[in-house]
């Protein structure tokens, strides 16, 4: 059986590229209006890479045919 | 504790209805979101295959490890309603709320590990209900199974509701729509997989609502200037009252905001209410028998009781930062429901106390995290509803269907028929709520009459556990005298509201307060009255109570394993972090 942790890494490596990809775009397409608070920070940029980076993490750990 | 926290704020939601949407989603959110459902539709039918007895389908084979059975007995607790209700909660009453995280979990969580879950284990039960057939006999049981199928159901239905109405308020979804495409999913994923596929997913879920929910606290803090930054807000906002400390303001009902007082939270949440939760309501409990080994079970609650004392970082501090950067000098920006909803029949648009979650989401969260909070929050609904179903399944296949209706069928027969009575507790609970939608009271009395069952089944279960004395006659009328006593008291205090003074010991307890002195009481009568019955009836020999009873049952020892492999070394370490949780936000 393919471990679950598999599944979450492979979620987390989708999201991590839409919410990375999201964060850059919108890094050089600022809006018109900003309405999100601290938006200088660009959090959508470091936790997309982050999310992007524990899946690429767990996908590799727990591959189907790799022991734990 | 869904079902305990859930009917202090839900009335509160209930009354509201969605002037407009508080958050909009961009196409990212969306995409974030369907790939969600997508998930956990896919592991159900991954699943599918290797759900083929009934060890499989309702004991996931029994196979879980440690982490897997601790995250999972964790997730389904957190699900429904439990991240914005208490967030809402921390909002109104402060860090008071993270009680019900801190000594309203961890000591019942330490004691499950470490004396209740060796005679779970040993005992190879199936269910709490199971559990009292082999110490008490068939009526207990009977009484216990049938109360608790017939509970779960409904509050499966009631929790399906409030997350319709949430993400009608939150996102203007339609609610019947929200309804059943989030039952369906559940219902298809826990049909194919059974309980394999709701721990499964619960795990993703776990994960998903950390993920989601980390980054509010994290850039709030941020804003406010760090923890004493928030606190310095807090108190300039609101120099006359004290939302940040935990015990120092519970020596009386009058120096805190929930009114309430130490001994309600020690005794009545700490020792009654929570014990009751977290080491016999079968929602939680099955996740943690499902443990491939009685190590494993044993750490599993340990591992959830770890988490369990992080959760206020996302529930409670959003609150928290709220009241720090939401409001003004002296100036709530959230109200009560009740006077949001006063204000929207005026045509004025109000945000009430448990909104606080997707506000403070939607004040720090742009395109992309927006989608991933919102997962999160649907994530842990379908976490608890799924808990909620697969459970009722196994009570009803084995400790209804199997012990009164038809005794002798097939493993295959019975199988079958979880499948179909996990579709059927979906409808079920789809019809409460439809019938939520058309009475709010029903939904109140159905979220309180729960939690009646809780502190009595919990004298009953213990008793059972640590008294070998205890007789069956003694369990059964003392299960069914605690439960009679809390629905008596509460039938009391709606008839006459004054009547609250007299269960919780003083005129000015409020409504949390009537709460936890309720379910002292109950267990009260339940444990005297199985004393005092068991007392008068013949007992069984040691014998028959092998594997049930602390004093017949040879625990299996752990003194072969290395100090840091061993179940009671890792209960001392989050029973230590506990302690200096609490002195330091004394």
């Known amino acids: 059986m393919?471990?679950?942790?598999?599944?979450?890494?492979?979620?987390?490596?989708?999201?991590?590229?839409?919410?990375?990809g999201s964060g850059i775009y919108e890094y050089y397409n600022p809006p018109a209006v900003q309405t999100v608070v601290l938006s200088d920070l660009h959090a959508a940029i470091w936790w997309g890479a982050l999310l992007l980076a524990l899946g690429v993490i767990y996908i590799t750990k727990f591959r189907p045919g790799r022991n734990g | 504790m869904q079902a305990i926290t859930g009917f202090c704020w839900l009335p509160a939601l209930f009354l509201q209805a969605a002037p407009e949407r508080l958050l909009h989603l961009s196409s990212v959110d969306i995409a974030i979101v369907a790939i969600y459902f997508l998930a956990v539709l896919g592991i159900g039918f991954y699943l599918k295959s290797y759900t083929k007895t009934g060890e499989d389908f309702f004991m996931a084979g029994r196979e879980m490890t440690a982490w897997v059975a601790g995250l999972s007995f964790l997730a389904a607790n957190l699900g429904s309603l439990e991240l914005m209700g208490w967030a809402g909660n921390a909002y109104q009453y402060g860090i008071l709320a993270a009680h019900w995280y801190w000594v309203g979990a961890i000591p019942a969580m330490l004691f499950l590990a470490i004396v209740?879950?060796?005679?779970?284990?040993?005992?190879?039960?199936?269910?709490?209900?199971?559990?009292?057939?082999?110490?008490?006999?068939?009526?207990?049981?009977?009484?216990?199974?049938?109360?608790?199928?017939?509970?779960t159901v409904l509050m499966s239905g009631i929790n399906m509701y409030a997350m319709a109405v949430v993400l009608k308020v939150v996102l203007g979804w339609d609610i019947y729509f929200s309804i059943w495409v989030s039952s369906i999913t559940v219902a298809l994923y826990v049909t194919l997989g059974?309980?394999?596929?709701?721990?499964?997913?619960?795990?993703?879920?776990?994960?998903?609502?950390?993920?989601?929910?980390?980054?509010?606290?994290?850039?709030?803090?941020?804003?406010?200037?760090?923890?004493?930054?928030?606190?310095?807000?807090?108190?300039t906002n609101f120099p006359?009252?004290?939302?940040?400390?935990?015990?120092?303001?519970?020596?009386?009902?009058?120096?805190?905001?929930?009114?309430?007082?130490?001994?309600?939270?020690?005794?009545?949440l700490g020792a009654v209410i929570s014990m009751g939760y977290w080491t016999t309501d079968f929602l939680v409990v099955q996740r943690v028998i499902s443990a491939k080994d009685l190590r494993s079970a044993k750490l599993a609650p340990l591992i959830g009781a770890a988490f369990k004392m992080c959760v206020p970082f996302i529930v409670i501090l959003p609150g928290l930062l709220g009241l720090a950067m939401l409001d003004t000098p002296g100036h709530h920006f959230l109200v009560a429901g009740n006077v949001a909803a006063a204000a929207l029949e005026k045509g004025q648009v109000l945000h009430s106390y448990d909104e606080v979650l997707p506000i403070m989401l939607a004040r720090y969260c742009g395109p992309g995290l927006m989608g991933l909070g919102i997962t999160a929050l649907i994530a842990g609904f379908m976490s608890g509803m799924a808990g909620n179903v697969s459970a009722f399944a196994t009570v009803w296949t084995y400790d209804i269907y199997r012990a009164m209706i038809r005794k002798d069928a097939t493993d295959q027969h019975y199988v079958t028929m979880g499948r179909w009575c996990t579709i059927g507790g979906v409808l079920v609970s789809i019809g409460t709520a439809y019938l939520a939608l058309h009475s709010n009271s029903i939904m109140?009395?159905?979220?309180?009459?729960?939690?009646?069952?809780?502190?009595?089944?919990f004298g009953t279960v213990l008793l059972g556990m640590l008294w070998k004395r205890a007789t069956g006659p003694g369990g059964f009328w003392g299960l069914l005298c605690g439960t009679g006593s809390a629905i008596g008291m509460w039938a009391w205090v709606r008839s006459n509201p004054a009547a609250s003074q007299y269960i919780a010991l003083s005129p000015y307890a409020k409504p949390q307060a009537e709460n936890m002195f309720r379910a002292l009481w109950s267990a009260m009568v339940c444990v005297l009255v199985t004393v005092v019955?068991?007392?008068?009836?013949?007992?069984?020999?040691?014998?028959?109570?092998?594997?049930?009873?602390?004093?017949?049952?040879?625990?299996?020892?752990?003194?072969?394993?290395?100090?840091?492999?061993?179940?009671?070394?890792?209960?001392?370490?989050?029973?230590?972090?506990?302690?200096?949780?609490?002195?330091?936000?004394?």
């Open chain 1, 2 to 20: 393919i471990s679950i942790w598999f599944f979450i890494g492979l979620l987390l490596l989708i999201y991590g590229v839409l919410i990375l």
């Open chain 2, 116 to 151: 209740m879950i060796p005679f779970y284990y040993i005992s190879k039960t199936h269910s709490v209900p199971g559990y009292l057939k082999l110490r008490f006999g068939e009526p207990a049981r009977a009484l216990s199974a049938i109360s608790f199928g017939f509970m």
């Open chain 2, 194 to 235: 059974g309980l394999l596929s709701a721990i499964f997913n619960e795990v993703l879920q776990f994960v998903l609502i950390w993920l989601g929910a980390l980054l509010i606290s994290i850039i709030g803090l941020i804003e406010a200037g760090g923890w004493s930054g928030m606190v310095a807000r807090i108190h």
């Open chain 2, 240 to 268: 006359s009252q004290d939302f940040t400390h935990l015990w120092s303001t519970l020596g009386s009902f009058q120096d805190n905001p929930m009114g309430i007082n130490w001994v309600g939270i020690v005794f009545g």
């Open chain 2, 444 to 457: 109140d009395y159905v979220q309180e009459l729960f939690s009646f069952f809780i502190a009595p089944l």
């Open chain 2, 533 to 586: 019955v068991s007392l008068l009836t013949k007992p069984r020999s040691d014998k028959e109570l092998v594997g049930l009873v602390y004093g017949c049952t040879e625990i299996p020892s752990e003194g072969h394993l290395p100090l840091w492999q061993r179940p009671i070394f890792w209960a001392g370490v989050v029973a230590a972090a506990f302690v200096v949780i609490q002195i330091i936000f004394w």
